[in-house]
């Protein structure tokens, strides 16, 4: 697929994002779907009320786009739209439960989540395994292995980018630079159906972080921050871990490495202190990183910074060809 191609697509989804967000703005406000400031919350560090609309022309700058420069409906666009619209619908949900100063449960979470990731690998969307760097032969792995990783795998990213948007400019920005960085990797690959997913994604996060940049005038919720790593996780499915060998299995983890590995630590600290993984809290590195004395900007910079050094190191792995 020419570049140019590309190039379209990126501007494409960039100016669909870009001119839906100030009308879905007023809407939010006629409607009441912001995130009011609340003193009790720690995690609500902004001061005046935040549409919470993002999300809807996140979604619709993505599909449309992607619709547009697919080469044909399949089960695996089916099921790629059918999750995200779970995910949207979910999330949009739980945003409400936010607009009245309410938690939503999160057993229905969940679930949802979940059923996202199954339908994705239902559509034959998987990790099936890799290839062994020693003998030059592929590792089949058992089908319920596959099932295992391939729904953690989904539902973990969905759910550590959905983490991270604690911070103006933060969860768009990592989300950006993962994007960028599974483009190359597609790229690199001759995988053009992920390379295309992942342009489109940069266009609408790059449109979104023109009003959610510090400070934010809008933002994307649940509902967009799920669909984020949703997509983040099927494209690097069907690319990075696509023919990968041992080593460069690391490769969409690194691209992914900012979010990963904070949550990580984060739910390892809530399970040590007995707390529910799904309990929010101020525990994520962009808020430790604010208790230091580092303004937001500086804590988005500053882990915007980590996550593109580890998208380098990934790169590099792919260019040794390990």
């Not at 303004?295 to 790169?315: E, R």
Request: hydrophobic letters at 55%; a positive charge; one cysteine or more.
């Amino acid at each position: 697929m020419v570049i140019i191609t590309y190039a379209i697509a990126f501007i494409l989804s960039f100016f669909i994002v870009y001119l839906l967000i100030p009308p879905l703005g007023k809407l939010a406000f006629r409607l009441d779907f912001v995130d009011k400031p609340r003193k009790d919350v720690e995690r609500k560090i902004h001061r005046e009320p935040i549409p919470l609309t993002a999300s809807y022309a996140i979604f619709i700058g993505f599909t449309v786009t992607y619709f547009i420069h697919i080469k044909g409906y399949s089960m695996q666009t089916g099921a790629i739209l059918a999750g995200s619209l779970l995910l949207l619908a979910i999330g949009t949900v739980d945003d409400w439960f936010k607009t009245q100063g309410k938690d939503f449960p999160t057993l229905p979470k969940l679930v949802v989540q979940v059923s996202a990731a199954v339908l994705v690998y239902a559509s034959g969307i998987s990790f099936n395994g890799f290839y062994n760097p020693f003998s030059g032969g592929f590792v089949d792995l058992p089908g319920w292995l596959q099932f295992i990783l391939t729904i953690l795998w989904i539902f973990g990213v969905t759910t550590v980018i959905n983490f991270s948007d604690g911070m103006d400019g933060l969860a768009g920005g990592l989300s950006a630079i993962s994007a960028v960085t599974l483009f190359v990797v597609a790229l690199a690959k001759g995988q053009s159906d992920s390379a295309m997913m992942a342009i489109i994604l940069v266009g609408v996060t790059v449109a979104y972080l023109r009003y959610n940049k510090p400070p934010a005038k809008v933002f994307m919720g649940d509902a967009g921050a799920t669909f984020l790593g949703f997509i983040l996780s099927v494209i690097a499915l069907d690319g990075a871990f696509k023919q990968a060998t041992v080593l460069s299995l690391f490769i969409p983890i690194l691209a992914l490495g900012v979010p990963i590995f904070d949550n990580i630590f984060v739910v390892i600290k809530r399970l040590l202190q007995g707390k529910p993984i799904y309990q929010a809290d101020a525990s994520q590195a962009h808020f430790r990183l604010l208790r230091t004395g580092l303004s937001p900007k500086q804590v988005v910079v500053f882990l915007c910074l980590i996550s593109g050094c580890l998208s380098l190191s990934s790169i590099i792995l792919l260019l040794l060809k390990v």
